[in-house]
């Protein structure tokens, strides 16, 4: 199975920083990943997927690149909205599998 | 609008087999291309995909739980079906359906969930 690494597995910041959130998997996968969020007691919302698009409706903020192994989410300037936790996901082959998750806090 | 909901029982006790119901609107198990998956998720842990069934009743399943899980569908109803044998309290999670993007889309990931429901294993 492709096993996917998030990192950070979780960070403190502030309303209009910066955030990038890494997933790196073990194996090649082109680009062939999803991202989605996930707030508390709610199910994840798909965000980015086949690595950089970005879904109908989600705010341009968040941007999604990478292929191969390495892939990055990006989001420009955090809202308060944005606090949560965030998984990325490979669709390249079965077992599909999650990354651990990135929780992303106030500071 | 697509919605899809889950339901089964909240508590099972060790041994006992699950049956979880996904009940979905807006789109038809039918058409080529459209998938369902179950995933899971511990409480405060991370997401683990369990399940797929395709239109063309092709089916995947993870593989440390091959030998306990089924997955079905009932096209006439718009519902999937997941069963989980010899359940564990560790099998304690909530359970999400969702709907996985088309086949002939750039994108897999799912794009509707349901929004869950809890079950608890415990005697």
């Known amino acids: 199975a492709i096993q996917l690494t998030q990192s950070p597995s979780s960070l403190s910041t502030s309303v209009g920083d910066r955030v990038t959130i890494t997933c790196r998997a073990s194996?090649?996968?082109?680009?062939?990943v999803a991202w989605y969020q996930q707030k508390p007691g709610k199910p994840p919302r798909l965000l980015i997927d086949?690595?950089?698009s970005l879904e109908s409706g989600v705010p341009s903020r968040f941007s999604g690149s990478g292929s191969g192994t390495d892939f990055t989410l990006t989001i420009s300037s955090l809202q308060p909205e944005d606090f949560a936790t965030y998984y990325c996901?490979?669709?390249?082959?079965?077992?599909?599998?999650f990354g651990g998750g990135t929780r992303v806090e106030i500071k | 609008q697509i919605t899809l909901k889950e339901s089964g029982p909240t508590l099972v006790k060790p041994t006992q087999t699950l049956t979880l119901t996904c009940t979905f609107s807006?789109?038809?198990?039918?058409?080529?291309?459209?998938?369902v998956g179950w995933i899971r998720q511990p409480p405060g842990k991370a997401l683990e995909w369990l399940a797929h069934?395709?239109?063309?009743?092709?089916?995947r399943y993870t593989p440390s739980l091959k030998n306990r899980l089924t997955i079905t569908k009932d096209t006439s109803k718009n519902q999937v079906v997941l069963t989980l044998t010899n359940m564990d309290p560790v099998d304690t999670a909530t359970y999400y359906c969702?709907?996985?993007?088309?086949?002939?889309?750039?994108?897999?990931?799912?794009?509707?969930w349901g929004l869950g429901t809890v079950v608890i294993v415990s005697s």
């Open positions: 969702a709907r996985r993007q088309d086949v002939w889309s750039p994108g897999g990931g799912f794009d509707i």
């Open positions: 807006g789109f038809s198990l039918t058409t080529s291309g459209v998938s």
């Open positions: 069934i395709y239109w063309n009743d092709d089916y």
């Open positions: 194996q090649g996968i082109n680009s062939a």
């Open positions: 086949d690595a950089s």
């Open positions: 996901q490979q669709f390249s082959s079965y077992p599909l599998t």
